[in-house]
């Protein structure tokens, strides 16, 4: 599905279920403290947004609109140096 994200537009190929990180601030943020992303299973996809249950807060859903966010990728990336890299963590 192509999505209009709020720099660009982009392919959304991901379906309920999948493990995702959620890009809100990063390849357009211009200190490091405002980058900004969280990663979660998405439980609901609509034309303008996703619904995650996010690993912060396992109890509640959160919405992201995909105008408010600069793009979704791969749950086991993290932006990185202006790309992306493996998680050390998982």
Request: hydrophobic share 35%; glycine share 8%.
């Amino acid at each position: 599905m192509k999505v209009r994200y709020s720099h660009e537009e982009g392919q959304f190929p991901f379906v309920l279920g999948d493990y995702v990180t959620i890009i809100v601030r990063y390849l357009y943020a211009e200190d490091t403290e405002e980058e900004l992303y969280y990663h979660g299973t998405i439980t609901q996809i609509h034309a303008e947004g996703l619904h995650a249950v996010l690993d912060d807060d396992k109890s509640k859903e959160q919405y992201f609109a995909f105008a408010d966010i600069e793009k979704v990728i791969q749950g086991h990336l993290i932006p990185f140096l202006g790309g992306y890299t493996r998680r050390q963590d998982i």
